[in-house]
């Protein structure tokens, strides 16, 4: 599908689930952590 997206002019779309689960617990609690260390 990639292949033919890139090689097919034009606007493609590719939908793909992402998990934000990682990110929220980094930025909302290690961040706020380790910015109160400093």
């Known amino acids: 599908m990639l292949e033919h997206c890139i090689k097919t002019p034009g606007v493609h779309v590719i939908d793909c ?3 934000y689960s990682e990110n929220d617990r ?3 609690s290690e961040l706020r952590e380790r ?3 400093v």
């Open 17 to 19: 689930p992402v998990d």
């Open 35 to 37: 910015a109160l260390a």
């Open 26 to 28: 980094i930025l909302n």
